[in-house]
T-cell receptor
C-alpha cells in the first residue's frame, strides 16, 4: 500500500497522559500536513512540515502540541498531558512539492481521552 | 463571515435525483477551489478542482461565481454510493496553492435512499 499510513488508528488515553501519532507520507512525497477534526466540526489545519523543518505551525495550539518530521522515519504529532478536548480525529496528509491543491490523506488516528 | 461556509444540510434525496450544494468563501483573492468527499469515519478525498468558471466530471458539475464568492456542486442522477459528506475547500494562502494549507467548510451531509 503506497498511500499515507497513519498509526495507531485508534488511541485511548487518560487525562494527563501523552499521545503520539505517527504518519508516513506517500512514496515520493516530501510534504506532510496534520489536520484535526473535532466532533461535529470541519477539518482544521494544524501544521505543515518538510523533512527536518516546520514550515507553518500557525494552526497548532500554543501548548502541549508539537510535531516533527525527522530525516529518517515518520512524522510524529505529539500531544502532552492530554485533556478531554483533545479527543478528535487527527489526519495526516502528504503532497509532492508541486501541489495542485490535492492532498492525500491517511485514514486518520482517532484519539479518545477518558 | 466565515472563511468557508456551506449549506448545513443534511440532504436526503431518492436515487436518481439531482441535488446541489452551495458554498461561500470570504477571501476574494482566492484563485482555486476544491470539493472533497468524506465518507463516514474515513479520510477526505479530492472530488473536483475548480480553477475557472466551472468544471464537469460525469454526473458532477462544479461552478464558480467570483462576483458573489460562491461555489456550487451539482450531482445528477444520484446513486446510493454518493452518500457522503461533501467538503468545500479553499486554499488558506490566498492567490494560489503553493502548499497544502487548506480551509475546509464544515461539510454538507448527503444521504441518497432507494
Amino acid at each position: 500500500n503506497a498511500g499515507v499510513m497513519q498509526n495507531p488508528r485508534h488511541l485511548v488515553r487518560r487525562r494527563g497522559q501523552e499521545a503520539r501519532l505517527r504518519c508516513s507520507p506517500m512514496k515520493g512525497h516530501s510534504h506532510v500536513y496534520w489536520y484535526r477534526q473535532l466532533p461535529e466540526e470541519g477539518l482544521k489545519f494544524m501544521v505543515y512540515l518538510q523533512k527536518e523543518n516546520i514550515i507553518d505551525e500557525s494552526g497548532m495550539p500554543k501548548e502541549r502540541f508539537s510535531a516533527e518530521f525527522p530525516k529518517e522515519g515518520p512524522s510524529i504529532l505529539r500531544i502532552q498531558q492530554v485533556v478531554r478536548g483533545d479527543s478528535a480525529a487527527y489526519f495526516c496528509a502528504s503532497s509532492p512539492p508541486d501541489i495542485n491543491g490535492e492532498l492525500f490523506f491517511g485514514e486518520g488516528s482517532r484519539l479518545t481521552v477518558l | 463571515r466565515k472563511e468557508v461556509e456551506q449549506d448545513p444540510g443534511p440532504f436526503n434525496v431518492p436515487e436518481g435525483a439531482t441535488v446541489a450544494f452551495n458554498c461561500t468563501y470570504s477571501n476574494s483573492a482566492s484563485q482555486s477551489f476544491f470539493w472533497y468527499r468524506q465518507d463516514c469515519r474515513k479520510e477526505p478525498k479530492l472530488l473536483m478542482s475548480v480553477y475557472s468558471s466551472g468544471n464537469e466530471d460525469g454526473r458532477f458539475t462544479a461552478q464558480l461565481n467570483r462576483a458573489s464568492q460562491y461555489i456550487s456542486l451539482l450531482i445528477r442522477d444520484s446513486k446510493l454510493s454518493d452518500s457522503a459528506t461533501y467538503l468545500c475547500v479553499v486554499p488558506t494562502n490566498a492567490g494560489g496553492t503553493s502548499y497544502g494549507k487548506l480551509t475546509f467548510g464544515q461539510g454538507t451531509i448527503l444521504t441518497v435512499h432507494p
